[in-house]
């Protein structure tokens, strides 16, 4: 494998990163918008008006942030949501859920740590937390959004299929072309030789040498050569036709002139 090669495949895993990455935050998003509500309505039900003292009680570590600060302003994300539903567990949730939403609940809060902290998601990580969120979604009634969730795996699920197809067939479409340009090269390189031993005199043959030599090259060349080669594909984000991994489009920067 030559330097541009691995640079190359250094690339192509870190867009493939990134895309993971963007359908997890996503995934999160959704399951924000849902759980958050849910889990409130929860305390609500079980506290009262204590329910705000309650959802604060579950962060005690310095480093956890609690959905309601000193001045009572109260927000919602993935992580507050997960941590309140697991901390809480026994007092509110138990009664409605069973032991395997609060799996679901403690995986979430893994996948959700190791992805705020930038740390590789590959598909089958991406995959499972998708599962797990429409699996929660629906435990917890919010059908809707379960739906979205369902059609986001197959998104994932279809892209990731058809990469894998698609470089199948790009590979063996390259053997075919490198191996036909080897050929070609052969018979030009026997042709060039005949002709100049048929043609010359002694000279001739230091000339064919010389000839050869060159094919050598070039067939060498040609064999360690492995073009990277990307077909027309949708970008996720802009929704423009792309040719290449790293959308073009999506990587510019706004203008500052004006």
């Given at each position: 494998?030559?330097?541009s090669d691995?640079?190359?495949?250094?690339?192509?895993?870190?867009?493939?990163?990134?895309?993971q990455r963007?359908?997890?935050?996503?995934?999160?998003?959704?399951?924000?918008?849902?759980?958050?509500?849910y889990?409130?309505s929860?305390?609500?039900a079980?506290?009262?008006?204590?329910w705000?003292?309650?959802?604060?009680?579950?962060?005690?570590?310095?480093?956890?942030?609690?959905?309601?600060?000193?001045?009572?302003e109260?927000?919602?994300?993935?992580?507050?949501?997960?941590?309140?539903?697991?901390?809480?567990?026994?007092?509110?949730?138990?009664q409605?859920?069973g032991?395997?939403?609060?799996?679901?609940?403690?995986?979430?809060?893994?996948?959700?740590?190791?992805?705020?902290?930038?740390?590789?998601?590959n598909?089958?990580?991406?995959?499972?937390?998708?599962?797990?969120?429409?699996?929660?979604l629906?435990?917890?009634?919010?059908?809707e959004?379960?739906r979205?969730?369902?059609?986001?795996?197959?998104?994932?699920?279809?892209r990731?299929?058809?990469?894998?197809?698609?470089e199948?067939?790009?590979?063996?479409?390259?053997?075919?072309?490198?191996?036909?340009?080897?050929?070609?090269?052969?018979?030009?390189?026997i042709?060039?030789?005949?002709?100049?031993?048929?043609?010359?005199?002694?000279?001739?043959?230091?000339i064919?040498?010389?000839?050869?030599?060159?094919?050598?090259?070039?067939?060498?060349?040609?064999?360690?050569?492995?073009?990277?080669?990307?077909?027309?594909?949708?970008?996720?984000k802009?929704?423009?036709?792309?040719?290449?991994q790293?959308?073009?489009?999506?990587?510019?920067k706004?203008?500052?002139?004006?």
């Open positions: 494998m030559t330097v691995s640079t190359s495949n250094n690339k192509t895993a870190e867009a493939q990163t990134d895309l963007d359908y997890v935050r996503d995934a999160l998003d959704v399951l924000t918008n849902a759980l958050g509500p889990v409130e929860q305390l609500r079980t506290f009262g008006d204590q705000k003292r309650n959802a604060r009680s579950s962060f005690r570590r310095p480093r956890e942030e609690s959905p309601v600060g000193k001045s009572d109260f927000t919602w994300d993935a992580h507050s949501a997960l941590t309140v539903m697991w901390d809480q567990w026994n007092a509110v949730f138990r409605h859920l032991h395997y939403e609060r799996s679901l609940v403690s995986e979430l809060r893994e996948f959700r740590n190791r992805w705020a902290h930038q740390r590789q998601l598909f089958d990580d991406s995959y499972r937390v998708l599962d797990s969120i429409e699996r929660l629906s435990a917890i009634g919010c059908d959004d379960a979205k969730i369902y059609d986001t795996k197959q998104e994932l699920l279809g990731e299929f058809s990469d894998k197809i698609n199948e067939q790009i590979t063996k479409q390259n053997v075919r072309n490198k191996w036909w340009t080897i050929g070609v090269y052969i018979v030009c390189c042709a060039i030789v005949a002709q100049m031993i048929l043609s010359w005199s002694s000279s001739g043959y230091l064919a040498g010389f000839v050869v030599l060159v094919f050598i090259y070039l067939i060498y060349q040609r064999m360690q050569f492995e073009p990277v080669i990307y077909g027309p594909r949708e970008c996720r802009c929704f423009r036709i792309i040719y290449t790293e959308c073009p489009y999506c990587g510019k706004p203008s500052t002139q004006e």
